[in-house]
């Protein structure tokens, strides 16, 4: 517990960050070697001000609070040297000091694969990213998501109404949640065999500048990052650019060339990201590292359920002909709002039933 504690001081001082804590780990074994012999390494370290007035005088009592915490039910830390710390984390260029956990630790060394997307996703892409997830959670996957809106939602959702297990990876501190209308379902991933995961101390509020950082330890977990709906300048790219970085598999989901959601995932297809149509396609692709069950159904499904013609997708495909249709058309037929036209027409097109002419219209394809 006494190392734990200079573990905690070291996380705790500015200016250091994860590539800094590496450099100190080429003259030190243990943080304690540290703080016992910091004149003389302060001689061979250039340290910030801050950070040498910090290391002489910790905030011990802020220390003793998280080691407080750690005493609750569920409530783990897990620091760099860790046998439990995950190795495809510590495998990335700056794996996070340490760990703050809320749930099942042994969780972080599943197989996972990483889902992000958009905040404000269509409702295709909703359906999309929740069905995604509960097929991959049945076949033993762990999801890992930010805990956000749109897209990070349902991936969690997708994967507790699998029974499956899901991470949240968090970029504010475990003793609050992020938004908080999120509070239950974070409660329901910890609850049932999930973990909350934060590299940020308790206390920490969201700031902007820690929503990218976090993206580094969602694709650093995973050993692939799946992109289900993203606009051309959504977060949701960078956590993509940093699962390449880290030599991870990136897979994005194509959608309509009219749907401004749908122009990340294309630019990250141009740029060499694996093109995925059905959840079968990323098993095969990360086969050798998934270990799935014969009993598992061997049929992953298309994107957004309806696969056959027989629900409102069916009424809508009444009002589309074997001729050019444009969407104010098929709306005034159909008699349905402009979103709920413009979502479907979508899945219907990713799944075949319909194409894309020039002009912005649409013709049936069979």
Sequence with gaps: ??????????????????????????????????????????????FNPKSLAYLRNPDWDKIDQELAWLKTESNY???????????????????????????DPDILQTTQIAMVGSRNPSSAGRDTAFNFAHYL??????INSGLALGIDYESHRGALSATGKTIAITATGLDRVYPARHKDIAHEIANNGGALVSEYPLGTTPRKEYFPRRNRIISGLS??????????????????????????????????????????????????????????????????????????NPTAPLINHPQTPDSAYSDILEHIGFEPTTPDMV????????????????????????????????????
């Design 223 to 296: 050993v692939g990052t799946l992109v289900v709906e993203a606009a051309q300048q959504s977060g949701s790219l960078i956590t993509a650019r940093y699962a390449g970085e880290q030599g991870r598999e990136v897979f994005a989901i194509p959608g309509s060339i009219h749907n401004p959601l749908a122009k990340g995932c294309h630019s990250l297809i141009r740029q060499g990201a694996k093109l995925v149509e059905k959840a079968e396609h990323i098993l095969e692709e990360l086969g050798h590292l998934i270990q799935t069950s014969n009993d598992r």
């Design 77 to 103: 830390i897990l620091t760099l040297d860790s046998p439990e710390y995950p190795q495809l984390l510590k495998e990335i260029p700056d794996p996070p000091v340490l760990l703050y956990i809320h749930g």
């Design 331 to 366: 709306i005034e037929r159909s008699g349905l709002t402009p979103e709920a036209v413009s979502s479907m027409l979508v899945v219907l097109e990713l799944q075949g039933y319909v194409e894309t002419l020039p002009g912005g219209t649409y013709s049936r394809t069979r």
């Design 137 to 142: 959670a049945k076949q033993d996957l762990t």
């Design 1 to 46: 517990m006494n190392e734990l504690r200079h573990w905690l001081a070291l996380h705790h001082t500015p200016y250091i960050g994860p590539m800094g804590v590496q450099s100190l780990f080429k003259l030190i074994d243990k943080p304690s070697d540290l703080f016992e012999n910091l004149t003389e390494i302060s001689h061979q370290i250039k």
